[in-house]
């Protein structure tokens, strides 16, 4: 099955099963008094949302390259993350402000029923479910997008967990103040997993790579290549789940031009061995000992950190 495809796939399982236990426990939620277990609905349905920008991102991916988009629309996936830590966010904003407002507001606070301990406990095992089969199929086939949304999910376990607590706490000391308190909890916790959801996909947005071990295989791959010399200019970038290589490499000046070119298709091969998912590889040949003074992007071996022995 294409990647695009498992992605839906996936998708759409998060979309059904989140829409059942979003309007299971806003409706449980809302007749047993609880303000937690309403507060776990309105998270489950964010993740109906989280799951349809997926599902379309992934339509999106599956377009063929273009003259306007000639690498593709891979990056789709990042957006797609990026649009998810958003969403995310206001869900626990908008969550925190109404907290606060009822609190403020000092309207009579009611002790929630039994009832939201059960909803709460179903919540927990659907949730596990759903984020084992978005963590699966993420990790299989290296898409941010729906690892964030499995990571969200996974999130919302500690969230019904917690509210399973304060409904125990709530309904044995006959506080209602305890079920608020950790509403507003439940808020901070989502607006700090958005945060990080946004801060990581910023990385691939701006070309960068937050595994930096991948420059020790790319020198390790050309300096296993017979001819090929002091590796320099190397760049990697994301594109989706694949890899997109440029560097420059030196060969002895008084080769003839094929068996320059050989020594860099040897380079690619060697890369492409050391790597998976690799889109595409550029190699610049150069005369050995090369000086160019103007040249600012990329890396050379001495600016990463040695092998670890």
């Given at each position: 099955m294409r990647r695009e495809k498992k992605i839906i796939r996936a998708s759409w399982w998060a979309i059904v099963?989140?829409?059942?236990?979003?309007?299971?426990?806003?409706?449980v939620g809302f007749l047993s008094g609880?303000?937690?277990?309403i507060a776990d609905g309105i998270d489950s349905s964010?993740?109906?949302?989280?799951?349809?920008?997926?599902?379309?991102?992934?339509?999106i991916i599956a377009r063929p390259p273009n003259v306007k988009f000639p690498y593709g629309y891979n990056k789709a996936d990042t957006v797609a993350t990026k649009v998810l830590s958003f969403v995310i966010f206001f869900a626990g904003a908008q969550l925190g402000y109404s907290t606060i407002r009822i609190l403020a507001e000092g309207s009579v606070m009611v002790t929630p029923s039994t009832?939201?301990?059960w909803v709460t406990i179903i919540s927990i095992f659907g949730k596990l479910a759903l984020t084992l089969v978005l963590f699966r199929t993420g990790q299989k086939v290296e898409s941010p997008m729906l690892i964030a949304n499995a990571k969200n999910m996974r999130n919302d376990i500690l969230i019904s967990f917690s509210v399973l607590g304060s409904l125990l706490f709530t309904i044995l000391l006959q506080e209602p103040l305890i079920d608020r308190l950790i509403a507003l909890t439940i808020s901070a916790f989502i607006m700090y997993q958005a945060f990080k959801?946004?801060?990581?996909?910023?990385?691939?947005l701006m070309d960068?790579?937050?595994?930096?071990?991948?420059?020790?295989?790319?020198?390790d791959a050309v300096n296993s290549v017979e001819g090929a010399h002091n590796p320099h200019r190397v760049r990697a970038r994301k594109i989706g789940n694949h890899y997109m290589v440029n560097l420059d490499i030196e060969v002895e000046p008084d080769l003839s031009v094929k068996e320059a070119h050989d020594i860099a298709r040897n380079v690619e091969k060697s890369i492409k061995s050391n790597l998976k998912n690799i889109y595409d590889i550029m190699?610049?040949?150069?005369?050995?000992?090369n000086q160019e003074e103007d040249e600012k992007y990329g890396i050379k071996e001495s600016d990463i950190e040695p092998h670890k022995k």
């Open positions: 099963g989140n829409g059942l236990l979003a309007a299971f426990k806003l409706i609880s303000y937690a277990v964010t993740d109906i949302v989280s799951s349809l920008v997926v599902l379309i991102a992934a339509r009832l939201a301990i959801i946004f801060m990581k996909s910023n990385i691939d960068g790579i937050d595994n930096t071990d991948v420059y020790n295989k790319l020198f190699v610049h040949v150069e005369p050995l000992g």
